[in-house]
C-alpha cells in the first residue's frame, strides 16, 4: 500500500524552528487537499494546518501566524514550516489527507509521525 513519512522533527528550544517533512510512496496529486496533524500524550490527534491544489491553506488558530503548510505534488511531498515554536507544540506530528481516508491508503492508516520536542 501507499506509505506515508513523516521526518524534520527533534528537539529544539522555545523560540526555534523547524521544517518538517512528508513523503507519499504514491502520488499525490489526485489528493485535492493535504494536512498536518499532531497528536500530544493523553490528547487527541488534531488538525493543525491543510493545503489544497491550488494553494489555499487552512490553521488552527493555534499555530496560526507561526507555521507555514506548502506540497509539491512533483515530489509527493508536503512540508510544514514550524516558527517560534512554543513548549505547547510538543507532539508526534503526522501527515495526512485532509479529511482523513482521501488517499490511496485505508481510511484508519497512519505512517510513525515525527516527534516535535520542545524545551522551556
Known amino acids: 500500500q501507499v506509505t506515508l513519512v513523516e521526518g524534520g522533527g527533534g528537539l529544539v528550544q522555545t523560540g526555534e524552528s523547524l521544517r518538517l517533512t512528508c513523503i507519499a510512496s504514491?502520488?499525490?496529486?489526485?489528493?485535492?487537499?493535504m494536512g498536518w496533524y499532531r497528536q500530544a500524550p493523553g490528547k487527541q490527534r488534531e488538525l493543525v494546518a491543510s493545503?489544497?491544489?491550488?494553494?489555499?491553506?487552512n490553521y488552527a488558530d493555534s499555530v496560526k501566524g507561526r507555521f507555514i503548510i506548502s506540497r509539491d505534488n512533483t515530489r509527493n511531498s508536503v512540508y510544514l514550516q514550524m516558527n517560534s515554536l512554543k513548549p505547547e507544540d510538543t507532539a508526534i506530528y503526522y501527515c495526512?489527507?485532509?479529511?482523513?481516508?482521501?488517499?490511496?491508503?485505508?481510511?484508519?492508516?497512519w505512517g510513525q509521525g515525527t516527534q516535535v520536542t520542545i524545551s522551556s
Open positions: 493545503i489544497t491544489n491550488g494553494g489555499s491553506t
Open positions: 495526512n489527507s485532509d479529511p482523513p481516508g482521501r488517499g490511496r491508503w485505508p481510511y484508519d492508516y
Open positions: 504514491g502520488s499525490i496529486f489526485t489528493i485535492d487537499a
